[in-house]
């Protein structure tokens, strides 16, 4: 049986920064490094609103609770795919053994970043059905749900789901 992620912080004994620090260690793996700039600036260009995306990110770097939130909703979706989870781990202990020193700005940017990639890529559950019409044809349906947390995290992936206008 696998460990779940809460088993797994609970056995490393993280806390609200080690947490933070290892979603920032998972998404630079998953982006080579990109720069906190290039982050910023292609979340908010992503954004329908870039000023409703500050105002959030600004959220973000105020309240600890919703970054440490954002932080864990990165690393818990990315843990629930078995191919991930090495990497999971890997950033938690990576975390948990280093002692960085990174703005608060900066780790909000990184959550920002990371709900932006929830918010396009992240899936809770995806469908496809395939059926037969009765013309001989076929037709695809794909049903697709992604993760929702509370709080402004919800309004900031909401900001992201929205079409382009």
Do not use: C
């Amino acid at each position: 049986m696998t460990e779940s992620l809460a088993a797994f912080l609970k056995h490393i004994g993280a806390d609200a920064d080690t947490v933070q620090q290892a979603a920032r260690y998972y998404l630079a793996a998953h982006t080579d490094d990109l720069d906190y700039e290039t982050m910023r600036d292609e979340a908010l260009a992503a954004a329908p609103d870039a000023a409703e995306a500050e105002e959030l990110l600004q959220l973000l770097t105020s309240h600890s609770e919703y970054l440490e939130q954002g932080a864990l909703l990165i690393l818990s979706t990315a843990w629930e795919e078995p191919e991930e989870r090495d990497m999971v781990r890997d950033a938690l202990l990576d975390a948990k053994a280093k002692l960085p020193v990174i703005e608060v700005a900066t780790l909000g940017i990184v959550v920002m970043y990371g709900m932006y990639l929830l918010a396009t890529r992240g899936r809770k559950k995806h469908k496809k059905v395939v059926e037969r019409r009765p013309d001989g044809s076929f037709k695809e349906s794909v049903e697709t749900e992604y993760f929702r947390p509370g709080n402004p995290l919800s309004a900031l992936i909401q900001l992201f789901n929205q079409p382009p206008q």
